[in-house]
């Protein structure tokens, strides 16, 4: 027999639990499946484990999108406050740590517990582990099936030619691994690409390419940066040093009006035996394309130029132990030891050496040769185009088939920000969810 219920939501994620939880609390039978036999594993890995699951200041300008505009309906209407009002109903505990990112006192733990005691109070079904071998669309015109199948493998031939965009309400038939099921309401929330070993996978983004829905081209992002072996060496030995940067993407030669356009951190940098991490690079590695350099100010808010001239004029140490008063000792010694002209005592050094030296290290530019890619990426760039959105209801232009969370084409920036629009869409998706549901009851 086939299960029927008002809403089928894929991906027991962030946003999928929060989605399916608002839903049913609305009145609709929903059912919640994931392939893997643990929810919530990007929730609870998240924040070494306590979970940044919001940012007090979230708001569009803190999302990358094609459309930045289009997350704004649905950040207003679910804000941060409103999720710290849900984790007080439960007695969770949590702190603000930085820059208006909160995380819990305790453990990540404490808030999947949270969206699965929503999900009963929703009275949830949740099937897991639950494979998806084909998802199609019943037209309520003509009762025929639509769009090919989305099982693991390649997609096969379907009937029919894709989205139906016709009024009315047709059903959607996914074959399972338990069992057949239908709905007239589905609701993907499988997420993007990013950490393959905790369950990622394409299946959200070959379900929109099923059903005629473009995709803005996915890749890796608040992810790690790598350069060459070779160009490296020197560096690699740094690797654990972590230091306040400025850092930014753009040319060499940019123009100081396009400087001022760019998009611009003020983070921790982290070096390692293969490239930079830390928070700073997390951050402009969601901006960085292929080939593209970055720029980083090794000493943001110092006068290192002053600084070093007027050290000349009165020390006779080091070079490398004058640059150590300034930036990390390892550092310095890195930096001078590029160069015979610096490896002497300061006040033998010409001007234009120590001038030179400040300008680099506070203009620092390479170029990465990659980034660590999706198994070490927080997040993923791109997905599906919300330009076949509505940013009100989250559905697509075709009838009843709804995106959230991390799949879509927003993605915001580290610091809690991805989290808040896993409850935004979620929630904009659900209120349209009852909604709808609510209206064909009533026709």
Avoid at 98 to 105: A, E, N, P, R, S
């Amino acid at each position: 027999m086939i299960s029927e219920f008002d809403v089928v939501v894929v991906g027991a994620g962030a946003a999928g639990l929060f989605c399916a939880a608002q839903a049913g609390q609305r009145g609709l039978k929903v059912l919640l499946l994931d392939h893997s036999d643990k929810v919530a594993e990007k929730i609870r890995i998240s924040g070494g484990g306590r979970c940044n699951f919001t940012n007090l200041g979230a708001t569009p300008a803190q999302f990358l999108s094609e459309n930045p505009h289009f997350c704004r309906s649905a950040l207003s209407r679910y804000t941060p406050q409103d999720f710290v009002q849900l984790l007080q109903r439960h007695q969770i505990p949590f702190h603000e740590k930085h820059k208006g990112q909160l995380f819990c006192d305790r453990s990540a733990e404490d808030i999947i517990t949270m969206l699965l005691a929503e999900c009963d109070a929703g009275q949830v079904t949740r099937w897991q582990s639950c494979s998806i071998e084909a998802v199609r669309y019943a037209s309520p015109e003509t009762g025929a099936d639509a769009g090919a199948d989305a099982n693991a493998g390649v997609a096969g031939p379907g009937k029919g030619t894709g989205a139906d965009t016709g009024a009315g309400t047709g059903v959607y038939r996914l074959q399972t691994s338990r069992g057949p099921v239908q709905a007239p309401q589905l609701v993907i929330a499988t997420g993007g690409l990013s950490i393959p070993k905790i369950g990622a996978t394409d299946f959200g983004f070959r379900i929109a390419k099923q059903f005629g829905l473009r995709l803005v081209e996915p890749r890796a992002a608040l992810v790690p940066l790598t350069f060459d072996g070779a160009g490296w060496a020197p560096y690699a030995q740094l690797a654990g040093l972590a230091l306040p940067v400025q850092i930014e993407t753009g040319p060499a030669d940019a123009t100081p009006k396009q400087r001022k356009k760019a998009v611009v951190f003020s983070e921790d940098l982290l070096f390692t035996h293969r490239g930079l991490s830390g928070p700073a690079v997390l951050q402009i590695s969601s901006f960085w394309r292929e080939g593209q350099p970055i720029r980083i100010n090794l000493a943001p808010g110092t006068d290192l130029s002053a600084l070093l001239l007027r050290a000349k004029a009165t020390s006779r140490k080091l070079i490398a132990n004058e640059l150590a008063s300034l930036v990390p000792s390892r550092l310095a010694d890195a930096w001078v030891s590029e160069d015979p002209a610096l490896q002497r005592p300061i006040c033998d050094a010409t001007d234009k050496a120590l001038t030179t030296l400040a300008q680099r290290l506070a203009d620092w530019q390479l170029t990465p040769n990659g980034s660590e890619g999706y198994k070490k990426a927080e997040v993923t760039v791109g997905g599906v185009d919300t330009r076949d959105l509505s940013s009100q209801t989250m559905e697509s232009k075709q009838s009843g088939l709804y995106f959230i969370g991390e799949v879509v084409d927003v993605t915001g920036w580290l610091g809690g920000y991805n989290f808040q629009w896993a409850w935004a869409s979620g929630f904009a998706c659900a209120q349209a969810l009852a909604a709808r549901a609510g209206q064909e009851t009533a026709d």
